[in-house]
Structures are given as structure tokens and as C-alpha cells.
């Protein structure tokens, strides 16, 4: 299985301030469509997760473009720039490149 | 709006059976892969199985194979999970999820609890 490795942030965070949340996997995927099969999701504090970010970078319908991604094959970048309070809550990574689709465990962000 | 709502959670002793529903409204539903991902309490998010839009291919993760069974109703637009042979470690909020070409979540419902104890 693909083993997703997330890192953590300096929690609190300060309003306003910008974050990067990593994620690396134990192997690469990019596909040989061209295309880096990770995907990032929030869950809120109580709610569903919800997806942010497809295909590595693509910021799904409706994401605020505080919101970024970026990386190479196996490592990953979620960029937050300039936290709110709605931001709050865990975030996932998770590979589609086989099954079993596999998650990272979560990084948290609280803010101050 | 699509929406998912998933039903059929509950408490239910070791080795027992449950069904989990989703129905599903908003979009095509057979146009779209379906999934179950799951959640222990106060833990990560753990997927569960995958079914292709047409139902004619299905995964699922080993630690359920053989155990659950994902299918799906086009014509009623709704997911099922056949829970069988339930063990304490299944106890979890069971989300149903709407795929997308990227192989990830698109779309996710409220979710369901199944507390597997005696």
C-alpha cells in the first residue's frame, strides 16, 4: 500500500498568517497521463470532509483561491495564505493512484 | 445541489449484519463511481470500497474483503454497504462519496454511525 506521511503545523496560528501543510508518499504518483493523482480535503470541526484540491493543484468548485497546491511526484505542498477562522479543522491528503486509496493521517490547524 | 444521505447505522453486536443506504440526488448518479470511507472515533479518515459507475467492477480495502459487499440501484440512484460477520474494529461513521475522474471525494454525505459491541 502507498503510505501517506503528513507533516505538522506550529498550532496556534495567527490570523492573517500564511501556512504550508506537507504530505509525502512512499511512492510516486504521477501517472503516465501526465497527471499527480493527490488530493486534499478539510474536515471541519463536526462536519463532513470536503474536498480542496484534485489532481495535485487544482482547487475544486467553489474553494477560496487562498487555497494551493503544489509538490513533485511524492512530495506535497498545501498552501493556506492568509488563515480564517473557517480554516480551522483537520486536513487530509490522500492518493488515487491505486487502491487501496490511502490517507494521510491529518494535520490540524488551530488558530489563535 | 447533490446531496447524499446515508442511512442505516446503529449498534449492532459482534458477528452481527448491518446495511448502510445512500441516497443520492442532484446529479446522474449513474454516470459516477461511488465509494464508503469510514472514520473511528477521534480518528483518520479510512476508505473502505469503490464501485464503478455500472456496478461491474468493485474493491474493496483487506481488512473488510470478503466481509462487506459495496453494490449500488441506478434506477433508485442509491448506494448500499452489506456489513457481515461485524467485528468491534468496524466501529466507525460511515461516509458515502461520490467520485470524481481524479480518483478522490468529491462529494461526501453526513455520514452514518455503526457502533459495533455487545
Known amino acids: 500500500d502507498i503510505v501517506m506521511t503528513q507533516g505538522a503545523l506550529p498550532n496556534p496560528v495567527p490570523s492573517g498568517e500564511s501556512v504550508s501543510i506537507t504530505c509525502r508518499s512512499s511512492k510516486s504518483l504521477l501517472y503516465s497521463d501526465g497527471k499527480t493523482y493527490l488530493n486534499w480535503y478539510l474536515q471541519r470541526p463536526g462536519q463532513s470532509p470536503q474536498l480542496l484540491i484534485y489532481w495535485m493543484s487544482t482547487r475544486a468548485s467553489g474553494v477560496s483561491d487562498r487555497f494551493s497546491g503544489s509538490g513533485s511526484g511524492t512530495d506535497f505542498t498545501l498552501k493556506i495564505s492568509g488563515v480564517e477562522a473557517e480554516d480551522v479543522g483537520v486536513y487530509y491528503c490522500q492518493q488515487g493512484l491505486e487502491f487501496p486509496d490511502t490517507f494521510g493521517a491529518g494535520t490540524k490547524l488551530e488558530l489563535k | 445541489e447533490v446531496q447524499l444521505v446515508e442511512s442505516g447505522g446503529g449498534l449492532v453486536q459482534p458477528g452481527r449484519s448491518l446495511k448502510l443506504s445512500c441516497a443520492a440526488s442532484g446529479f446522474t448518479f449513474s454516470d459516477y463511481a461511488m465509494a464508503w470511507v469510514r472514520q473511528a472515533p477521534k480518528k483518520g479518515l479510512e476508505w473502505v470500497a469503490t464501485?464503478?459507475?455500472?456496478?461491474?467492477?468493485?474493491y474493496y480495502r483487506d481488512s473488510v474483503k470478503g466481509r462487506f459487499t459495496i453494490s449500488r440501484d441506478n434506477a433508485k440512484s442509491t448506494l448500499y454497504l452489506q456489513m457481515d460477520s461485524l467485528r468491534s474494529e468496524d466501529t466507525a461513521t460511515y461516509y458515502c462519496?461520490?467520485?470524481?475522474?481524479?480518483?478522490?471525494?468529491?462529494?461526501w454525505g453526513q455520514g452514518t454511525l455503526v457502533t459495533v459491541s455487545s
Open positions: 462519496a461520490r467520485m470524481g475522474s481524479y480518483m478522490g471525494f468529491a462529494y
Open positions: 464501485i464503478i459507475y455500472d456496478g461491474s467492477s468493485t
